[in-house]
């Protein structure tokens, strides 16, 4: 089970079951979980079965919802359903016999009796290569549904009927060898995915009754003190509480270089600690780790099916019973219209059918889809749909917040100043000093940002919503706002007319004064994001207009917004001003994206054509809202993003007319030239691995 003409099968026998509450597919898995009562799964698994595939459960009781994975398949791939090396001796004798069988054709004396033994040689040919397509074929017939295995086992037993045994004999054997290559490349697709869950370790050595003890990862409980040496992936998500070290985070976030950690920054699984010995406090058991939600992500959004390939089912759906028709004619019509011999016409009408199988037409979206997430996920873009990967390239204008998204989302200082002659140092040291006891953020960006001692404070007392004081040596300080300044009466025309230009480039201004004056003032600001002005350049280069929204004061919205290059800046906004600002967009602009990392960003996110979340830093409500989540907080991720979505689709319709052409030019050599099914036979399966190899290419963008 592993395409959408399966699941499609699939659900036509089990949805009517009375019971059934729905059907979820993982098809990159090949899993199916059922949702429905007890009384239900035994009879979903009966009609599963009697559909032609062999469900083993992987998860069944009587309060869960069962989760079956499937093995042999009705449409593309029956050859996966058996151990590989069965796989290849089977295939490899069959072939042998098909040349046997041609050999005899050709060279043996055509008598009764090697007619009779090429025929038995062909049909033991036929079975070796193609018993699981003639099972499905003649249940797909019985149920009157055309699919490949239909047109198979109809043209492979009507070139044996009409004569053509050992061409019967070789086409199902190549038929099948080309299946079991077409299957191993659409694997690579696949496997790209699959590959994430390897990344975690299975164990990891955790603090348990005063030692160190190496622990199955799922059995380690959130809280848990968990080490990880150098060199070693991380096991389970935590926090830092010991040591120093760089990790390398590409396998999570995408980026590029090693990221230093201490105490209280995060760790997640599956990323590699370059050096140092780092102990961390678990915050998520192994299966509600970062790397487990991706992995979970991307194996829903494989389930989601795009534009395009919806498109390609429903016209798979009415071309292939219109192709049988159109064989049925040109083998009855053309000898009674056109005089044509009966065997000849019975024999083109075979030719098409094996031409106009719709493997390589199905195929091409699911491929080219897969490829895309997962080059999307190496790059730290979690995208949780085809159908965003698909239709991201009709942006044309993309809301973002500001602090998180734009800026770093924390105060910095960014200047400092004496004020009025005071001396530089010595208005350092007693800033400094007042800052580090306060907790509020803007002391501690000051705190932070000063290269200086501290010496000790006496008296110190918050001034709510003013700043702090505290006396230095008997001298009696201030560390507050421009409003505490006016209170003291120590502001001046020159003071204010400074406050206001640092107020005007979105800075929060914090003065420090003693009794007789002002002695030196203090700017912090939201600083922008390294590359947010490259990745706001980007999106103006692919034609796409950036607006900042946000709820900090206008002033300060549009600082930031030139400072970005970004022309329309709205600031104050509420979340529902939000909310309108993108219904407001989407009038002047058409398809809007919104950026955002807050809860009071997910309104527009859910209101917004695309919903990108900054993963990193975002708050769980922005993320789950959001339907692409950029993992390490790159603000560039979203021209990515973009351009994926351009080339992604550009591929898929590559892959259509490469499909529908060949088949094309083949169907008329059969109609009116000399095609054979051999022919027929390398033009299905190489347009399969054609889109095949043009899908995988998106791994590598």
């Known amino acids: 089970m592993d395409c959408s003409i399966e699941e499609s099968e699939i659900r036509r026998v089990v949805e009517p079951i009375a019971g059934i509450r729905g059907l979820h597919f993982q098809l990159a898995r090949r899993l199916l979980r059922i949702d429905g009562s007890d009384e239900a799964l035994p009879l979903a698994l009966a009609a599963i079965r009697k559909a032609g595939f062999a469900p ?258 429903r016209f798979a759906a009415i071309y292939t019973p219109a192709i049988f028709a159109m064989a049925l004619a040109v083998a009855v ?80 200082l960014v200047e400092a100043r004496a004020w009025g002659g005071a001396d530089e140092s010595r208005a350092w040291l007693l800033a400094r000093s007042l800052a580090v006891r306060s907790d509020h953020p803007v002391s501690r960006a000051i705190a932070a940002g000063l290269d200086a001692e501290t010496v000790e404070v006496d008296g110190f007392k918050a001034l709510v919503g003013r700043g702090v004081e505290g006396s230095v040596s008997g001298q009696r300080l201030v560390l507050g706002n421009h409003r505490l300044i006016q209170e003291r009466q120590q502001s001046t025309v020159a003071l204010d007319a400074e406050l206001e230009a640092h107020e005007a480039q979105g800075r929060t201004v914090t003065l420090l004064s003693d009794e007789n004056g002002v002695l030196a003032l203090f700017a912090v600001a939201d600083t922008l994001k390294p590359g947010s002005v490259q990745a706001v350049a980007q999106l103006a280069h692919m034609g796409v207009a950036a607006v900042m929204l946000t709820g900090d004061n206008p002033a300060t919205a549009q600082a930031v917004a030139r400072e970005a290059g970004i022309a329309d800046a709205r600031g104050g906004l509420l979340p529902q001003d939000k909310l309108a600002a993108i219904g407001e967009m989407q009038k002047r602009y058409g398809p809007t994206a919104m950026t955002g990392d807050g809860i009071n960003d997910a309104p527009a996110l859910a209101q917004a054509d695309i919903g990108f979340a900054m993963g990193a830093a975002g708050t769980d409500i922005a993320v789950e809202t959001a339907d692409v989540v950029i993992m390490n907080d790159n603000l560039g991720r979203i021209a990515d993003t973009i351009a994926l979505s351009r080339s992604t689709h550009a591929i898929l319709w590559q892959n259509i007319v490469i499909a529908l052409a060949i088949k094309a030019v083949f169907f008329v050599l059969a109609v009116f030239g000399s095609a054979t099914m051999w022919m027929a036979v390398f033009a299905d399966m190489g347009a399969s691995l054609l889109v095949v190899g043009n899908g995988l290419r998106l791994m590598k963008k």
């Open 56 to 313: 083993e459960p992987v998860v069944a009781g009587p309060h869960a919802d069962a989760a079956v994975q499937g093995h042999g398949h009705a449409h593309d791939h029956p050859q996966q359903a058996a151990a590989g090396s069965s796989i290849h001796m089977r295939l490899a004798a069959a072939l042998v016999l098909a040349l046997a069988a041609e050999c005899i054709h050709y060279f043996a004396p055509d008598t009764t009796v090697w007619r009779a033994a090429g025929m038995g040689v062909a049909a033991v040919a036929i079975w070796l290569a193609g018993i699981e397509t003639y099972t499905k074929g003649l249940l797909a017939l019985r149920h009157a549904r055309l699919n490949i295995n239909a047109l198979m086992s109809v043209a492979v037993t009507g070139a044996f009927v009409i004569g053509q045994w050992p061409e019967a004999a070789m086409v199902m054997a190549l038929y099948a060898i080309a299946e079991l290559i077409e299957a191993r490349a659409v694997d690579k697709a696949r496997q790209a995915i699959q590959g994430l869950v390897a990344l975690a370790p299975d164990d990891a050595e955790v603090m348990r009754n005063g030692a160190w003890q190496r622990v199955k990862a799922a059995a380690i409980d959130v809280g848990a003190i968990a080490r990880v040496k150098p060199g070693e992936r991380v096991a389970l998500d935590g926090t830092v509480t010991k040591g120093y070290g760089s990790v390398d985070q590409a396998s999570v976030t995408g980026e590029g270089m090693p990221v230093d950690k201490g105490p209280g920054l995060p760790l997640f699984a599956g990323t590699i600690n370059i050096d140092g010995e780092l102990e961390y406090r678990v915050t998520a058991a192994a299966t509600d780790t970062t790397l487990a939600r991706i992995i979970h992500a991307v194996e829903e959004a494989q389930g989601k099916r795009a534009p395009t390939q919806r498109f390609v089912d």
């Open 333 to 412: 019509l053309t000898p009674l219209l056109l005089g044509w011999p009966w065997l000849d016409a019975i024999y083109k009408a075979l030719v098409l059918l094996v031409i106009a199988c719709p493997c390589a037409l199905v195929i091409s979206t699911p491929v080219s889809v897969v490829s895309g997430l997962a080059s999307a996920a190496r790059r730290g873009i979690l995208i949780k749909g085809g159908t965003y990967l698909e239709t991201a390239r009709l942006i044309k204008a993309v809301a973002l917040d500001k602090t998180g998204t734009l800026t770093e989302g924390k105060p910095r």
